[in-house]
């Protein structure tokens, strides 16, 4: 028996996946919780952990991954968007697999169990989406995005990077102009942060 945990912003959510999986004979909602917390807080322990995208704490969808990651679950998201830097952020942190929500009760245990054994669980689709490279960045605009982009203020990151705040405001303009011309453009660099590995040190 493979025991299911949810975790969803919406309360409604778990009960549905419960009802949807009540005929699948090898698979088993043991926890619900609307939180990665909660659910770490409480007795019921899962195999696989099915996680919605965007909790309504705000939380950063790959750190919640791989916070449930480091206690020994694995990971399945599932959210109503297939964006590519949602996708990928996910899967970098340790994420099994990827579902867009929807009402295919095969498709949904078929995934559980690819991602139960260790394997990974995408369709062709988000597959080819996680492998497009992301737009090429100089080394100091990785600097300034990489900085910016986990907590920096403009002025902090001029500072250690030894330059002025409007250098800063021009590296980020032109990361959002290389998105945009890849036909995905970005309000605000600072969620594509997990789309890089982390720049060499300044200095």
């Known amino acids: 028996m493979i025991r299911v945990a949810v975790i969803d ?10 009802a949807l999986l009540a005929e699948t004979p090898d ?5 619900t919780g609307t939180g990665v917390r909660e659910y770490l807080t409480g007795t019921h322990t899962a195999d696989v952990v099915l996680l919605d995208l965007q909790l309504g704490d705000g939380s950063a969808p790959a750190a919640n991954v791989a916070t449930l990651r480091a206690a020994g679950a694995r990971v399945l998201v599932i959210s109503v968007h297939g964006d590519r830097r949602h996708v990928r952020a996910t899967m970098r942190a340790g994420a099994g697999g990827y579902l867009v929500k ?3 009760a095969a498709k949904l245990a078929e995934a559980i169990r ?6 990974r669980a995408l369709t062709t689709e988000l597959m080819t989406l996680i492998n497009d490279d ?19 203020t403009l002025a902090a990151t001029a500072r250690r990077l030894g330059i002025a705040i409007p250098t800063v ?21 600072r969620t594509l942060v997990d789309e890089y590995p982390p720049p060499p040190a300044s200095g």
């Open 27 to 31: 698979i088993a909602v043991t926890a």
């Open 169 to 189: 405001r021009s590296y980020l303009d032109r990361i959002r102009a290389k998105w945009a011309a890849a036909d995905e453009p970005v309000d605000d660099v």
């Open 102 to 104: 929807d009402d295919d």
């Open 134 to 152: 992301p737009p090429d960045l100089s080394v100091q605009e990785l600097q300034v995005l990489y900085l910016y982009g986990t907590g920096s």
């Open 114 to 119: 690819t991602v139960h054994a260790g394997g």
């Open 9 to 18: 912003n919406d309360r409604l959510v778990p009960a549905g996946l419960r």
